[in-house]
Nanobody, 117 residues
Framework: QVQLVESGGGLVQPGGSLRLSCAAS????????MGWYRQAPGKQRELVAR???????ITADSVKGRFTISRVNAKNTVYLEMNSLKPEDTAVYYC???????????WGQGTQVTVSS
């Protein structure tokens, strides 16, 4: 049974920082591409950042220079370090795992990030 469990969301003031974590189980974590997506009210889910099994990363232009994705395979965990947060970063953030072999995709339950003064 695959589980992706996000944590670290919350309420933060503009300019603040948060670190999201996603702990995976039930998959061979090291071979999976891992990503963070977000969905704001009334908007489509969008890619925030993604890291492949080899450590290559891509980051959305809207968060480039502010957000950093990283992974620790020994802990089956992927992180999203978010700095200089803006109100427009407010959304539910979802962890995603994708197998490069089968294409199977899994999602976490999401964690709310609210940026407001």
């Amino acid at each position: 049974q695959v589980q992706l469990v996000e944590s670290g969301g919350g309420l933060v003031q503009p300019g603040g920082s948060l670190r999201l974590s996603c702990a995976a189980s039930g998959i061979f974590f090291s071979v999976y591409a891992m990503g963070w997506y977000r969905q704001a009210p009334g908007k489509q889910r969008e890619l925030v950042a993604r890291t492949t099994s080899s450590g290559k990363t891509i980051t959305a232009d809207s968060v480039k220079g502010r957000f950093t994705i990283s992974r620790v395979n020994a802990k089956n965990t992927v992180y999203l370090e978010m700095n200089s947060l803006k109100p427009e970063d407010t959304a539910v953030y979802y962890c995603n795992a994708e197998s490069p072999i089968t294409g199977n995709t899994y999602w976490g339950q999401g964690t709310q990030v609210t940026v407001s003064s």
